[in-house]
């Protein structure tokens, strides 16, 4: 048995395998009917249609996984450098380098991240897209270069020797024997991992020449899983018994295949089953010389017939069939001769919490976190769409509470098409919430409509204090918290505030920040639209009279250097829906970096002084301004 350090280093290596392909699969299965409909012996032959096919597998798909392999290690400008460097393994071999492709994508990703780590800090101010775009370009062309004379061949050489290995296996009929390490993998929840990372490179290898592989059918057979859910329907006990046949609907025209791992933890010695199963539907894909033409993603009995080439069916079929009854009987005899399972009626229960727990570990994700254990949490992120003004403001309130509390917890602010998969929790607006979850799905999130929302923020440090048990040491905690150092001073001057201004619309009122910003040279004209598009996203006020207008991330490159300014309505602007979302100090923000953290740390900390806001909203020399906010 491996232990809990390698299960996971396995784990963590089958799912950066996994998450290379299964955002790809649409294209899979796009190539996979195209090749189905139109090749001389598909279901419609056309040979100007079917022209797409070699192409597509040749260049398509390798790139689409290097481009996808370089974001998750490196982000976007990992998946640029990543498909650069595909390009060179696709052009240095004849064949379809899906492995190449796997291999220096993530090694693109990690090249650009560490490139980005070496010289964060170091870029002078207005250099920072320069600095960017050469570096993608440059390092692209090393590793392009490195993948057409090294990477390539040498993925060819490997391949050659697993195509050499499988055709052993299949000469000696032994390719069933597989089903002995797949269906105890799929358990641990690998099965991602060894259908897309390990049976998909080497099934489209052999569907390109053949037509079809046998490959695509190895881990993705429904029919394993479908028999032992029916042997519980018959022979199973208490839940297990009258949950089995929604689960069985489920893994077998729904394709999780996932819902019957419980069933299997529940009673180990159930796994025998699957692998006859497994065994059993191979031998007879072996038997009838039948495949897919592309993967079965999910494994539903629909996404395989899909996938099933034209003449192909009854093999197919059988083998679902075959590896159903086989499954259903060992599991059928293994149940009748066992007198009960360990936990009685609470075993698929132990046994569901246990799968969540493998499943987590399996994703990279802390269970504690899952759980709502608020002692595991080691980063906070408070995020917006662009990352500059609201979450900036939210994380440094935040962050000043959290340091307060003694806690060590990191917290900083991003966009949130940045979020990395390390948060432990994401606090952002309820509109951009479900954007949230889709870019850090494994973190608690919680929503709000106010970034400064001081109870929240109370309360959230609270519950924290309360689930470690006391406070961390102080100085460490300023040590992980401290907001990253800037790339230069922000100086706010007198020429940077406008006090007394007369009420007038929001848009107005942006328009006149953005107005500012272009006439100090901090941007070019372009931006201002931004700053509208920005406000119709999601509204920038922040709550305490302070709106906080700034652009998007698109509109970031007409940034000509960081700035602010600072707009003073004394009788207020109605900013947002509820009357009481009144702005007197609307802040326009333009931010290359971090530079502007400075004045939004003390704005932030002037909350804490009613005194001082009330001055800020009020006072008529801008050397009140300057006093307060720090310069």
Same mark, same amino acid.
């Given at each position: ?33 195209? =090749?189905?409909?139109? @090749?001389?012996?598909?279901? +419609? &032959?056309?040979?100007?249609? *079917?022209?797409? #096919? $070699? !192409? ?29 460097? =595909?390009?060179?393994? @696709?052009?240095?071999?004849? +064949? &379809?380098?899906?492995?190449? *492709?796997?291999? #220096? $994508? !993530? ?38 270069? +490195? ?7 040498? #993925? ?476």
């Amino acid at each position: 048995m491996l232990s809990s350090k390698s299960k996971v280093g396995v784990q963590n290596f089958g799912r950066l395998l996994s998450n290379m392909v299964m955002p790809n699969i649409g294209a899979f299965i796009a190539w996979g009917l195209i =090749t189905a409909l139109f @090749i001389p012996t598909g279901w +419609i &032959p056309n040979e100007t249609l *079917a022209s797409m #096919v $070699g !192409p597509m597998i040749k260049f398509m798909l390798p790139l689409l996984i290097g481009y996808t392999g370089g974001k998750v290690v490196g982000g976007e400008r990992g998946a640029v450098v990543g498909a650069i460097a =595909t390009m060179g393994v @696709i052009v240095g071999t004849d +064949i &379809p380098m899906f492995m190449g *492709a796997m291999i #220096v $994508g !993530p090694l693109s990703g990690l090249a650009i991240k560490k490139f980005d780590a070496a010289i964060h800090g170091k870029v002078k101010s207005g250099f920072e897209m320069l600095v960017n775009n050469f570096s993608s370009g440059i390092l692209g062309m090393i590793l392009a270069i +490195i993948a057409y004379l090294v990477i390539g061949p040498a #993925v060819k050489l490997l391949s050659s020797g697993l195509a050499a290995g499988v055709d052993v296996l299949v000469e000696n009929n032994l390719l069933p024997l597989t089903s002995i390490f797949v269906e105890p993998a799929k358990i641990l929840f690998l099965n991602n991992a060894i259908n897309h990372g390990i049976f998909t490179p080497l099934g489209i290898a052999q569907s390109e020449s053949l037509g079809q592989s046998i490959f695509f059918l190895i881990e993705a057979n429904p029919g394993p899983g479908l028999g032992l859910l029916l042997a519980y329907m018959f022979f199973g006990k208490g839940s297990a018994k009258e949950s089995a046949p929604g689960a069985a609907i489920i893994h077998f025209f729904g394709g999780i295949h996932e819902i019957y791992f419980p069933y299997v933890l529940m009673n180990p010695r159930l796994i025998l089953a699957v692998i006859a199963g497994g065994a059993t539907g191979v031998f007879t894909l072996t038997m009838f010389n039948a495949g897919l033409i592309s993967p079965a993603s999910p494994g539903s009995i629909f996404a395989v017939l899909a996938m099933t080439p034209k003449g192909a069916y009854v093999g197919i079929l059988i083998s679902v069939a075959a590896a159903a009854t086989v499954s259903f009987l060992v599991a059928s005899v293994l149940m009748k001769t066992q007198k009960s399972v360990a936990g009685g009626e609470d075993a698929l229960e132990k046994a569901a919490n246990e799968m969540k727990d493998m499943k987590a570990g399996s994703k990279g994700q802390a269970t504690a976190a899952l759980k709502g254990d608020l002692s595991a949490v080691k980063k906070i992120i408070v995020a917006c769409d662009a990352g500059m003004g609201s979450s900036a403001m939210g994380a440094s309130l935040l962050r000043k509470k959290v340091q307060a509390a003694g806690l060590d917890i990191e917290v900083i602010n991003t966009a949130i098409n940045d979020l990395p998969g390390d948060v432990d929790i994401v606090v952002t607006h309820k509109d951009l919430t479900d954007r949230a979850r889709k870019h850090a799905a494994q973190a608690e999130h919680i929503s709000l409509t106010n970034f400064l929302d001081n109870a929240m923020y109370d309360g959230l440090v609270a519950k924290i204090k309360s689930a470690v048990g006391g406070a961390a040491a102080p100085a460490a905690a300023e040590a992980v918290t401290a907001p990253a150092e800037s790339k230069g001073p922000l100086v706010l001057t007198e020429k940077n505030i406008y006090l007394g201004l007369k009420p007038t619309t929001k848009e107005d009122a942006i328009k006149f920040a953005g107005e500012q910003l272009v006439a100090l040279n901090y941007v070019e004209d372009g931006y201002k639209q931004g700053m509208f598009d920005r406000e119709k996203l999601v509204s920038t006020y922040l709550g305490e009279s302070i709106a906080v207008p700034h652009g998007t991330i698109e509109t970031k490159k007409y940034v000509k250097q960081t700035g602010i300014v600072f707009c003073q309505y004394p009788e207020g602007i109605q900013w947002g829906e509820d009357e009481d979302d009144v702005a007197v100090m609307v802040i326009g923000i333009a931010a290359q970096g971090d530079e502007h953290i400075q004045v939004i740390t003390a704005i932030t900390n002037a909350l804490d002084d009613e005194d001082a806001i009330e001055c800020l909203k009020t006072t008529t020399n801008a050397a009140d301004v300057l006093r307060i906010l720090g310069n």
